[in-house]
């Protein structure tokens, strides 16, 4: 069996606190497809009470954001007006903060800043040869909605991963929504909203919230395109609205791959497991080693350490329903296999990192070297931490810059072009069918020219 709850090998036996996979065993393949398989499609009960939600802000507006409050974060309050919060608000949660927190919170905003001026596109054109210029422009959104998660945790590193980028392409205004259950506003959250620019802040969550930045009502302005993570009721939404507005991804759980040898420190890959399965019980933690010892340790690592998690039945959820600790013949079948995968965070805790790099090709974001953790990616080395999940890795980038700008085609054609083109496009077009797109040309070229390719 490629499944089992102990590992043998040179006469030792290990006790397995989460599944063990050998990739030497009959069965391995299916037993890792079923692993990392992950359903994307949502609730139908969860898409059938979206769907009204969405079709209720559509048609009513601030009277249906204020109900929606009222009935699912337990807020009443009179007027839509009153779920913004005050620029005067954002100033003072700034400076309430204590120096250690400001301090983080402006040294992640730089370093996230840093890297994301790197990732600008600008306009460009050309001349091709008969004097005709043809190019690119390359300009930011008018608006774009960034939805922060609330509720039970709070996560300003979230704000400042989709508010940054935005305003480094230059976005025009930033409109954010975060739910406040009970009433409850995180000062932290709003610290973060003040330095990275935020326009306006509304305290609306959930598929409502979505709905009323993609059509807008009285109070919520209508956006241009929707970045951040949300439960399964936001994705929803968002998937519902894909279309009227623009998305960033519709992100699953989250994920975390590591590839280590004999050298890596077990208590640190053991932790680095806990750091993604502590997010919640669906998300999922592997290990691939060719180290028997290494893989040995780091079972022992976690049966030690997880008692001392403050979240450590989420944790031991996450590891025994999705996680894996998995034998593998080499680190070259192990960058195949990760492949396979496509994870979104891809650890290589090696001796020598740098050449599996060239390796792997379907990675969210890869963390080279025994120093380099996924938590520094979360919040401070700099780069996205929205990153595509569930194998979308092998089609989808991190979120960036460039999700905040759009391209128009710009074409320019002399005469000298519409004669050397004109022959060309009618007799593609004459060929499809469609003689008012060949005549449309034809006319524009010399007579002498016309009908002639």
């Known amino acids: 069996m490629a499944e089992s709850r102990t590992i043998r090998g040179r006469g030792t036996e290990v006790p397995a606190a989460v599944r063990t996979l050998d990739s030497r065993a009959r069965g391995f393949d299916a037993a890792l497809a079923a692993l990392t398989a992950f359903d994307a499609s949502s609730d139908p009960k969860i898409e059938v009470a979206v769907g009204k939600i969405i079709e209720d802000v559509r048609r009513d507006g601030d009277r249906a954001l204020l109900e929606y409050t009222r009935r699912l974060d337990r807020m009443t309050v009179r007027s839509a007006r009153a779920l913004e919060v005050a620029p005067a608000e954002l100033s003072a949660a700034w400076k309430g903060l204590g120096a250690t927190e400001r301090r983080a919170l402006q040294q992640a905003h730089r370093r996230i800043r840093d890297y994301h001026e790197r990732q600008v596109s600008k306009s460009w054109g050309f001349t091709d040869a008969h004097g005709s210029k043809l190019g690119q422009l390359v300009r930011p959104l008018d608006r774009a909605g960034l939805y922060v998660p609330g509720g039970k945790a709070a996560y300003p590193s979230s704000l400042l991963m989709n508010a940054v980028p935005a305003r480094v392409a230059g976005v025009g205004e930033l409109v954010m929504v975060v739910p406040t259950p009970g009433g409850e506003r995180n000062p932290l959250v709003l610290a973060a909203a003040k330095l990275a620019g935020v ?255």
């Not at 930045?213 to 951040?228: C, F, Q, S």
């Not at 079948?333 to 994870?343: F, K, L, Q, T, Y």
């Not at 460039?402 to 050397?420: C, H, L, M, N, W």
Request: proline share 5%.
């Open 199 to 453: 326009d306006r802040v509304f305290t609306i969550g959930g598929a409502q919230a979505v709905a009323a930045l993609a059509y807008g009502t009285a109070t919520v302005p209508a956006v241009d395109k929707i970045t951040g993570p949300g439960n399964a009721w936001v994705a929803a939404a968002k998937r519902r609205v894909f279309g009227t507005v623009g998305i960033d991804m519709i992100a699953g759980p989250s994920e975390i791959l590591v590839i280590a040898d004999d050298s890596a420190n077990p208590d640190w890959i053991a932790m680095d497991l806990f750091s993604q399965a502590e997010h919640d019980e669906m998300a999922q933690s592997i290990l691939l080693t060719p180290s028997l010892r290494l893989l040995t340790a780091v079972q022992s690592s976690i049966a030690r350490l997880l008692p001392g998690m403050a979240r450590r039945e989420v944790i031991a959820t996450s590891l025994a329903n999705r996680g894996a600790l998995v034998r593998v013949k080499s680190l070259a079948e192990a960058c195949e296999i990760a492949d396979r995968i496509a994870p979104e965070h891809l650890e290589l805790a090696v001796r020598e990192p740098r050449p599996l790099v060239e390796r792997i090709r379907h990675a969210g974001a890869i963390f080279i070297g025994h120093y380099t953790s996924e938590t520094l990616g979360d919040y401070c080395a700099g780069s996205n931490h929205v990153l595509p999940t569930a194998r979308t890795a092998r089609f989808s980038s991190p979120l960036g810059v460039y999700d905040f700008q759009k391209r128009t085609s710009v074409i320019e054609v002399t005469r000298r072009g519409a004669d050397a083109l004109g022959g060309i496009a009618s007799v593609l077009a004459r060929a499809e069918g469609l003689e008012a797109h060949a005549r449309a040309a034809e006319l524009r070229q010399q007579p002498k020219r016309r009908g002639r390719a």
